[in-house]
């Protein structure tokens, strides 16, 4: 017996599939387009934090934080209406969102000869606790644009994703 191999499943599970792919496409921009709104920022590639804004110490301070690429965890926002930049990402309990501005953009005070940029930290909860329609935030670390500031920064963010345990010892 000679068979010959059933071409019509193939082409059907290929016809099935490019809807699928083509759906997960446009839920992926529509999300993209979702939060570009709510920002009011342009989303970009993780690279580009290298390659098009200057961001060289950022993008490998931001490579030290997590076992996954960072392209994979980190949402990288160009606020429309700054100068700076916003890096956001996220834990189980909280959004943690740092803002970068680098050295010698333009002095904090007139007497300030040469301005030292600025690194700083929030954090806020994902989820309103119960009767309240606001997610609780902190500032954490902030400071010149610096590694010593990135340090407090992460120091802080353990800090806070810390869990007490709950035993007498």
């Not at 690429?69 to 916003?86: M, T």
């Amino acid at each position: 017996m000679n068979e010959q191999p059933d071409q019509t499943n193939s082409k059907e599970e290929a016809d099935a599939a490019t809807p699928r792919a083509e759906t997960e496409e446009k839920k992926i921009l529509n999300t993209r387009t979702r939060l570009e709104k709510k920002y009011n920022a342009k989303i970009i590639a993780f690279n580009m934090l290298e390659t098009d804004t200057g961001y060289i110490d950022l993008a490998s301070w931001l490579q030290t934080i997590s076992r996954h690429q960072p392209k994979e965890c980190i949402l990288i926002l160009l606020p429309n209406d700054s100068d700076g930049i916003k890096i956001r990402f996220y834990t189980n309990d909280h959004i943690y969102s740092i803002f970068a501005k680098l050295p010698g953009s333009k002095p904090r005070e007139k007497d300030q000869k040469e301005y030292l940029g600025y690194l700083g930290c929030v954090v806020s909860t994902r989820k309103a606790r119960t009767g309240e329609y606001w997610n609780r935030g902190n500032d954490l670390a902030d400071g010149p644009y610096n590694f010593d500031t990135w340090t407090k920064i992460m120091e802080d963010i353990i800090g806070y994703e810390l869990q007490r345990i709950k035993i007498e010892i």
